[in-house]
């Protein structure tokens, strides 16, 4: 059974940064596109960023461009979201997938085969 599990969320004031992290158990990371989506209250899960199998493709949120930066580490069966910048519209809890079909990960929710189960992240303003 794959398990994704996420790290580092928390409470930050604006302006500031945290970096969330994905482990993977299981399965062949290296073979999958991740990709880092939110929820906040009320609101549809949304694409963040994603990440290719290798790292060499990103692809992000216009609403995060500039500020977030996703990337991997395939010897540790990680990826990482650096958030920089935060403001309270950052809040939501974020949740890293494990998308098995694209080759530069997928903005689409359906695409992605594995969830973690989340981590908060709270923007104080």
């Known amino acids: 059974q794959v398990q994704l599990v996420e790290s580092g969320g928390g409470l930050v004031q604006a302006g500031g940064s945290l970096r969330l992290s994905c482990a993977a158990s299981?399965?062949?990371?290296?073979?999958?596109?991740m990709g880092w989506f939110r929820q906040a209250p009320g609101k549809e899960r949304d694409f963040v960023a994603s990440?290719?199998?290798?790292?060499?493709?990103?692809n992000y949120a216009d609403s995060v461009k500039g500020r977030f930066t996703i990337s991997r580490d395939n010897a540790k069966n990680t990826v990482f979201l650096q958030m920089n910048s935060l403001n309270p519209e950052d809040t939501a809890v974020y949740y890293c997938?494990?998308?098995?079909?694209?080759?530069?990960?997928?903005?689409?929710?359906?695409?992605?085969?594995?969830w973690g189960q989340g981590t908060q992240v709270t923007v104080s303003s």
């Open positions: 997938a494990a998308d098995e079909s694209s080759l530069i990960g997928s903005t689409l929710l359906r695409a992605y085969k594995y």
């Open positions: 299981r399965g062949t990371f290296s073979t999958w596109a």
């Open positions: 990440i290719s199998r290798t790292g060499a493709y990103r």
